[in-house]
Every structure is written in C-alpha cells, then in structure tokens.
C-alpha cells in the first residue's frame, strides 16, 4: 500500500507576500525621508509605518542606506522591476523619434513625470548630504547615473545631425535641467501645472538645442 501524497510545496504565495511587504516597506520609507528627513528616520519608524517588524526591513534591505538606495531606484523607476531607465520601452522609443524637436518637446514630458515622482525624496537626500555619510554618497550617485543618462541624449541628438550645440553642452544643460530644483521651484513653489512646466521645459531645450 503506498504512503500519503505529498503535496509539492508552492512558494508562489509566499514570494508574493513578500513582494508586498516590500513594497509597503518601501512606500513608507519614501514617506517619512520626505516628510520627516533620512537623517531623523530611523529603521523602527520605517517598519511602523509599514506595519512590520524592524526585523523585516533588516531582512529585506540589510540597512538604512541599503534602504534609501533601493527605495530611489523604485521612486525613479515607477516600479520594482530592476530594468535600467535607459533600458525601458519607454525611453527606448524617445531616443528612436528622427525628430529632434519632437524627441525634446516628448523627454520634457516624459521628465516632468519622473520629477513629480522624484523631486521631494531628491530635495530630501540632497538636505541630509551635508551631515550624512550615506545620503552624500547617495547624492553623488544619483548625480553620477543622471550625467551618464543625459551623455546618452546627447549622443543621440548629435547623430541626428540637427543638435545645435556641443554634445558636451547638450549633456550638461539636460543635467543641470533634470536633476528636480527646477520642477520644485515652478511646479511645488509657484503653482505651476506639470502640463504647463513641461511644455516650458521643452520649449527651453528646443530653442537651446535644435538647429
């Protein structure tokens, strides 16, 4: 007589649990770096506003600058996938539009919408850089993928053959454009729509860039 049937063990359920806990850990720790500062969180404020233990948010991010790098590549991202930006379809088919006039006046779209996402954490990382170890070497990260991603701009708007300007000074006005300050300045200051700030944003780099 054969024994019981064991039922194969299905861990989908429980990588998902895991997922959403995650994700609230996450959430929360965006939350409170923005409102209450990185310097002033701490991992047990994170994990109460998550509803876990502190021992979770050990467990799945190791430490609090672990923490905060993790939580901006998914605040820049709009999501958990480990897809680069300048690998998502998205940017794939703005980098592949012949018209540079238009590739301008759509990457202004499309930045205004990663600003709404980022800008806050980013004036939150970029208050803490001068008395926090972490959050400096956050900031100087951030700054250091941004340059490399508008290099790339630069480098496909001068293979148009209709790029004003230097590649060099191409890159870095997109840098010096895209890094958050401006959309708080017009958008969290002076009320701006992000509508209307994205359609100032692209007339600025069409007039700056296209011949």
């Not at 850990?25 to 969180?41: P, Q």
């Amino acid at each position: 007589m054969s024994g019981p049937v064991k039922r194969r063990y299905d861990s989908s359920r429980r990588r998902e649990q895991a997922g959403e806990t995650r994700r609230r850990i996450l959430a929360a720790a965006h939350d409170l770096f923005v409102t209450k500062g990185y310097g002033r969180t701490k991992i047990a404020d994170v994990a109460a506003e998550a509803g876990v233990a502190p021992e979770t948010v050990y467990a799945a991010f190791k430490n609090k600058p672990a923490l905060l790098h993790r939580t901006w590549d998914v605040t820049v991202g709009g999501d958990d996938e480990d897809v680069p930006m300048l690998e998502r379809p998205a940017l794939r088919a703005l980098l592949a539009e012949p018209d540079l006039r238009a590739r301008f006046t759509a990457f202004a779209v499309f930045n205004t919408a990663v600003m709404r996402r980022t800008a806050r954490l980013h004036v939150a990382v970029r208050g803490a850089a001068a008395s926090d170890p972490a959050a400096a070497a956050m900031l100087e990260e951030i700054d250091r993928q941004r340059l490399e991603s508008m290099a790339e701009h630069a480098r496909e708007a001068a293979a148009t053959g209709r790029l004003a300007v230097s590649e060099e000074e191409c890159r870095d006005v997109l840098w010096s454009t895209t890094d958050g300050t401006l959309w708080h300045q017009f958008v969290e200051r002076r009320g701006w729509s992000d509508e209307r700030y994205a359609a100032w944003l692209g007339r600025l780099w069409v007039t700056s860039f296209v011949a």
